[in-house]
């Protein structure tokens, strides 16, 4: 099951290990490494085993040296990539790199949904990920979750009118199309598979108080069950949603749907039905932020 280009349903029949190695410098014969140990003194003047003052100078010009080269690394010569004004890194073709910033992804989550959402073009994007996994999941199709899901991720006034849209769109007919009953629920012994996982996020206008962000999205859909006649398939669509910042974070105003972009399908054998259900039962969604 996927979301229609209206924004509402249409049935499918058919966020490293980082290693630390030390490197070794070699130095031109006749050089002195200020790192090598000290050889002890041998003559009359100074203490056996001290280095002398000149080897001291020598190993803190060094060091002020890495310390400045480090610094002047780290800083870029303007011809790679910059940053934005949030702090994440933007490459030469000007898109954006999921990066470390400083700023909190989300202060925690209401319902299930992550809420509290950074007040920029970084926190819009991650709030229209979340909800185009709340709104393509198996949730909204169980009319009371789905009573519960929409205030949660829509503007108070888009509210009312939209949970009269979509209980029209999963209607009784319909969910008895894809193998559930009126709840929302598959048969005893089948499990309804519908899990979304943004691939990646674009903000396509943005302003302090709305924006529009693209969300390219795969996902899992079907039921999974040996006499299922809707099996789960996996697909690949891209989701527009608005959003508004309302009352200290950003609320969904409309979404629509289209296909796409999709890779080309490996020939990697499917699993059975039982794994793919245990597997929806056994793993955990994720909170996506960048």
Not at 224 to 236: E, F, L
Request: charged letters at 25%.
């Amino acid at each position: 099951m996927s979301l229609g280009d209206d924004g509402y349903g249409s049935g499918h029949n058919d966020y490293g290990d980082d290693r630390h190695h030390g490197t070794r410098t070699r130095l031109p014969e006749g050089e002195v490494d200020p790192y090598a140990p000290t050889r002890r003194g041998s003559g009359r003047s100074g203490r056996a085993g001290r280095p002398s003052g000149r080897n001291l100078i020598t190993v803190v010009g060094v060091v002020v040296l890495l310390i400045a080269a480090i610094a002047f690394a780290n800083r870029g010569d303007g011809s790679g990539s910059s940053s934005d004004d949030d702090g994440s890194p933007r490459t030469p073709t000007g898109t954006r790199a999921t990066a470390p910033t400083g700023t909190k992804p989300v202060d925690g989550k209401t319902g299930g949904i992550a809420t509290g959402f950074a007040h920029s073009e970084q926190g819009a994007q991650s709030a229209a990920a979340n909800f185009a996994v709340a709104l393509v999941s198996a949730d909204i199709l169980k009319p009371d979750r789905r009573h519960e899901l929409i205030p949660q991720v829509f503007v108070s006034d888009q509210v009312p009118e939209l949970q009269k849209k979509l209980d029209a769109a999963y209607s009784k007919d319909f969910l008895a199309k894809v193998g559930l009953n009126e709840k929302g629920e598959a048969a005893k012994g089948m499990t309804y598979v519908s899990r979304t996982a943004p691939i990646g996020t674009k903000a396509t206008k943005y302003g302090d108080a709305q924006a529009t962000v693209e969300v390219w999205c795969t996902g899992l859909f079907g039921t999974a069950g040996t006499s299922s006649t809707n099996p789960v398939a996996n697909d690949w669509f891209t989701m527009t949603i608005e959003v508004r910042w309302v009352d200290g974070d950003w609320k969904a105003v409309s979404w629509s749907q289209k296909d796409g972009p999709a890779p080309v399908n490996s020939d990697r054998t499917a699993s059975t039905a039982d794994d793919i259900a245990k597997a929806a039962e056994q793993y955990g969604g994720f909170t996506y932020a960048r």
